[in-house]
């Protein structure tokens, strides 16, 4: 076999040999010589793995040829045999020969067989260890290069300029505020309601910062208890509670260096705020279970979908953190506040999923954009996502129609309609203004989700196609097309 362990015999007794080679030929390539003289020539044109050697031989003993082996072949394992009673001098040469084990004579073969698998594995598991290391050696400028890289790549994938926004978008503002804040070691709050986009603007502030280089890393405060939360903030020691069954390294400690974002704080409970207080008042952790502290080198950024000022008046968020949290605070504005962004954000929505989703669609037709910009978005971004990602399943063309829309999407009204349906609960206005409204309304949605087919919409309405047209002239709707 091509991939059996070569093992050089030395022993001037041929039948010794051969007792050998019968105990071990079944499962390894062995060679036997009588002296040191034959036995480093072999050594010279073959490639062995194991040396037993008799250390009573003609003209040099076994020790002092295994000690030449280890010189000129340090790679081979060096085992020493003798049926004579000087151990006391081998073992006083074991460690001058490096020699890996000792056999006596007599031998079992069970005993010797074992012992030479033994000599071969540990063979093996050396030339794994030196191609590792020299793999390291030779790979660290690589992936030196590699990290630098991904870390460039990561600082150019969420600075600010990637926020996706139109010239005269309120989110403007608060990115210039960003961008000022992000060369310091500030603590920044960022508020806003969920979806808003406040951990991408976390990212963006740790990417434009001088810790780019190193960790950033992400806890939701709001979804576990205080001990589970502890130990993913602080680390643990094992055995500090039921389940710790190894030692482990916090976020923060991993994030040393670098940011944390700790998304959701305004949920945390007043216990956990004082072990946090503490953190950012020392500068240094203490993991559960452990009676030492670790000095830490983080930047927080901090973000909730509560007003923490209301939270502090309430008594359920305490008053020094969150002056240790807030040293700058940047509000993000709700989707619905941002109107003339939706469009722009619908589209880059659009060109990064659907190529990862396996379709080729290019964009949206005019009336699906005109629902888009009409719906609240009471879930900001991520609903908005949603939506996008949605009418990319349903689509079976190259553009996407507002017919794939979700019904509330379709039924949100242009933002004038929105002003004649606030009559509907208002005091004012006549009971025929609001149900004329009410029947736009209506109309426009059963229509968009017939996609203006208007035989089909008539029939639902339990409408005649004539009577259908006579109510779409008498409010401005004729001109769409079937």
């Not at 434009?208 to 190193?214: D, E, K, L």
């Not at 390294?249 to 260096?257: I, K, M």
Request: net charge negative; proline share 3%; hydrophobic share 40%.
């Amino acid at each position: 076999m091509t991939n059996q362990a070569t093992i050089l015999v030395i022993d001037d007794e041929v039948r010794s040999q051969e007792s050998i080679r019968r105990t071990l030929d079944e499962e390894f390539r062995v060679l036997t010589v009588s002296s040191a003289i034959e036995g480093r020539a072999v050594m010279e044109r073959e490639r062995v793995q194991v040396v037993l050697c008799d250390h009573r031989m003609p003209g040099v003993t076994g020790i002092d040829f295994l000690k030449e082996v280890r010189e000129n072949w340090p790679d081979v394992v060096r085992m020493i045999i003798s049926g004579y009673t000087d151990v006391e001098d081998i073992i006083a040469g074991i460690n001058d020969a490096g020699i890996y084990q000792y056999i006596l004579k007599p031998w079992h073969p069970d005993s010797l067989l074992l012992n030479i698998r033994a000599a071969a594995q540990l063979y093996d598991l050396q030339q794994q260890s030196n191609r590792l290391n020299v793999e390291m050696r030779t790979s660290q400028p690589v992936l030196q290069r590699r990290v630098a890289a991904k870390h460039e790549k990561l600082r150019s994938h969420y600075e600010f300029s990637r926020i996706v926004r139109s010239a005269s978008s309120p989110l403007n503002q608060v990115i210039d505020l960003a961008v000022r804040v992000a060369d310091s070691d500030i603590a920044v709050h960022i508020s806003g309601e969920s979806g808003s986009g406040k951990e991408l603007m976390g990212r963006a502030i740790h990417y434009s910062s001088p810790r780019a280089s190193r960790a950033f890393v992400i806890e939701n405060c709001g979804a576990m208890s205080d001990q589970l939360l502890e130990s993913e903030l602080f680390g643990h020691k094992r055995g500090s509670f039921t389940g710790a069954y190894e030692d482990r390294v916090g976020l923060f400690e991993q994030a040393d260096g670098g940011t944390i974002f700790l998304d959701e704080i305004g949920d945390t409970s007043p216990s956990f705020q004082v072990k946090l207080l503490r953190v950012l008042q020392e500068g240094e952790i203490r993991p559960v279970g452990s009676s030492r502290s670790r000095k830490v080198d983080v930047r927080v950024l901090s973000a909730t979908n509560l007003n923490l000022e209301d939270e502090v008046r309430k008594g359920k968020f305490r008053e020094d953190l969150y002056y240790r949290l807030t040293q700058f605070v940047l509000p993000m504005p709700a989707l619905r506040e941002r109107s003339e962004d939706i469009k722009l954000i619908a589209q880059a929505l659009l060109a990064e999923a659907a190529p990862a989703m396996g379709k080729e669609i290019t964009g949206f037709t005019p009336e699906a954009l005109d629902c888009l910009g009409n719906y609240q978005w009471p879930g900001n971004v991520r609903e908005l996502q949603n939506e996008i990602l949605r009418a990319i399943l349903l689509c079976d063309g190259k553009s996407i129609g507002a017919h794939l829309f979700s019904p509330k999407v379709l039924r949100a009204a242009p933002e004038e309609q929105q002003q004649d349906m606030g009559i509907l609960a208002g005091l004012e206005g006549g009971l025929k203004e609001r149900m004329d409204a009410l029947e736009a309304r209506v109309l426009r949605e059963c229509l968009i989700r017939h996609r203006w087919n208007k035989t089909r919409a008539a029939t639902e309405l339990g409408l005649s196609r004539v009577g259908l047209r006579s109510k779409l002239a008498r409010y401005g709707m004729e001109n769409k097309n079937e």
